[in-house]
């Protein structure tokens, strides 16, 4: 079974074509999407995928937005809280 990403909206950012290899000294794994020259790496295989799915949503524009003004408050109030405990 093959997944044509042209075919399916929800599988537009899903890399197709990919080189997986682990880094010289063995201590990550490298990934890049052959299409888009995009590229991340992970301590695991499954990371460095994971990595990439998202690293290449957002090269096309189907990943992250911009933050509410609410969690921009909420992300303010924990930063302060969290310096109050230091």
């Known amino acids: ?30 990934v890049r999407d052959e299409e888009t020259g995009v590229a991340t790496e992970g ?8 990595m990439l799915d998202d690293a290449v949503a957002a090269y096309n524009g189907a990943a992250g937005r911009e933050p509410t003004d609410e969690e921009l408050r909420d992300g303010n109030r924990s930063r302060r809280e969290h310096e109050r405990i230091d």
Do not use: C, F, K
Request: charged content about 30%.
């Open 1 to 30: 079974m093959s997944i044509e990403s042209d075919d399916d909206p929800e599988n537009a950012s899903v890399p197709t074509q990919i080189s997986l290899e682990l880094s010289d000294d063995g201590e990550v794994w490298l």
């Open 43 to 50: 301590e695991t295989r499954q990371q460095a995928l994971e």
